[in-house]
């Protein structure tokens, strides 16, 4: 097979194992020159092992039989720089990224699944419970019963990744673009009393109510006669805000002493989401 510009098959030479590895740039391949048929003439310039041109599908000469592959530094010297270059220039180099990460803080309680009716409690207070569990008791002067009215914790926060870029070089310019995209979620729930905090003390047992002669805060208590209460229903909000960016650039060497950077870019932090409230 013979291709404008490049030399006849039986001319090139195989690569030889045991040549220093020349990773000149991250493009996985690279193809050069008008071809005819199935065959081109195939340059790999990753993990490059051997340093003259070959064809696809030839073997590596020296017994170890790996796949021959074809650094950019010999096809400068095998081919005409022409070819080289163009198939430098008709290369892309193409990148992506996806990227997810979750933290949560999650703590819950024992008791879950508990009914206050048990306690005497009427049917409409269960209807108000917004987590069926053991309710918070302080009876005044005595040892609490239940847990911590805010011991329950349901924090979520996630954040979806995706970034890609691509580069190419024409000439002195080495053309570079892309973007990226980020959600981050924030899921927030920390109820406070969720099955009612109720309190005691001995006023309603006193002899009389203006008075501070006896009482008692248990007897108080088996009476049903609270000092005080209360019970909260928490929202559970979950957000979510959107991240936009997106950059061109372009690194133009004007000479070998002098290289400009150029570029733009634009970035977006979009308005909150509510996707759950």
Same mark, same amino acid.
């Given at each position: 097979?013979?291709?404008?510009?490049?030399?006849?098959?039986?001319?090139?030479?195989?690569?030889?194992?045991?040549?220093?590895?020349?990773?000149?740039?991250?493009?996985?391949?690279?193809?050069?020159?008008?071809?005819?048929?199935?065959?081109?003439?195939?340059?790999?310039?990753?993990?490059?092992?051997?340093?003259?041109?070959?064809?696809?599908?030839?073997?590596?000469?020296?017994?170890?039989?790996?796949?021959?592959?074809?650094?950019?530094?010999?096809?400068?010297?095998?081919?005409?720089?022409?070819?080289?270059?163009?198939?430098?220039?008709?290369?892309?180099?193409?990148?992506?990224?996806?990227?997810?990460?979750?933290?949560?803080?999650?703590?819950?309680?024992?008791?879950?699944?508990?009914?206050?009716?048990?306690?005497?409690?009427?049917?409409?207070?269960?209807?108000?419970?917004?987590?069926?569990? &053991?309710?918070?008791?302080? !009876? +005044? @002067?005595?040892? #609490?019963?239940?847990?911590?009215? %805010?011991?329950?914790?349901? =924090?979520?926060?996630?954040?979806?990744?995706?970034?890609?870029?691509?580069?190419?070089?024409?000439?002195?310019?080495?053309?570079?673009?892309?973007?990226?995209?980020?959600?981050?979620?924030?899921?927030? &729930?920390?109820?406070?009393? !969720? +099955? @009612?905090?109720? #309190?005691?003390?001995?006023?309603? %047992?006193?002899?009389?109510? =203006?008075?501070?002669?006896?009482?008692?805060?248990?007897?108080?208590?088996?009476?049903?006669?609270?000092?005080?209460?209360?019970?909260?229903?928490?929202?559970?909000?979950?957000?979510?805000?959107?991240?936009?960016?997106?950059?061109?650039?372009?690194?133009?060497?004007?000479?070998?002493?002098?290289?400009?950077?150029?570029?733009?870019?634009?970035?977006?932090?979009?308005?909150?989401?509510?996707?759950?409230?």
């Amino acid at each position: 097979m013979s291709v404008a510009g490049v030399p006849p098959t039986d001319q090139i030479r195989p690569g030889r194992a045991g040549e220093p590895r020349r990773d000149l740039l991250d493009y996985r391949r690279i193809a050069v020159g008008i071809v005819e048929g199935e065959e081109r003439p195939v340059a790999r310039a990753r993990g490059v092992g051997a340093a003259e041109p070959c064809l696809r599908g030839e073997r590596r000469a020296g017994g170890n039989g790996a796949p021959c592959h074809t650094s950019l530094a010999s096809m400068s010297k095998w081919w005409p720089p022409t070819i080289a270059k163009d198939a430098i220039e008709a290369a892309m180099r193409i990148h992506g990224n996806l990227g997810y990460a979750y933290a949560a803080n999650p703590r819950d309680i024992n008791s879950r699944g508990f009914d206050v009716t048990s306690l005497g409690f009427p049917a409409a207070l269960k209807q108000q419970v917004q987590i069926p569990m &053991f309710p918070r008791i302080e !009876p +005044a @002067g005595y040892t #609490s019963l239940g847990g911590n009215a %805010t011991w329950i914790i349901g =924090n979520k926060f996630e954040t979806y990744t995706g970034t890609g870029d691509a580069t190419r070089l024409v000439g002195s310019h080495s053309f570079k673009t892309g973007g990226v995209y980020r959600s981050n979620r924030v899921s927030n &729930f920390r109820p406070n009393s !969720p +099955a @009612g905090l109720f #309190s005691f003390n001995e006023t309603w %047992t006193r002899d009389s109510y =203006n008075g501070n002669r006896g009482g008692n805060t248990i007897a108080s208590m088996l009476l049903g006669l609270m000092s005080g209460g209360r019970i909260q229903y928490e929202p559970q909000p979950a957000l979510q805000v959107p991240y936009v960016g997106a950059y061109f650039q372009d690194d133009w060497r004007v000479n070998q002493r002098l290289t400009l950077n150029l570029g733009l870019r634009w970035d977006s932090d979009c308005r909150f989401w509510i996707c759950r409230s």
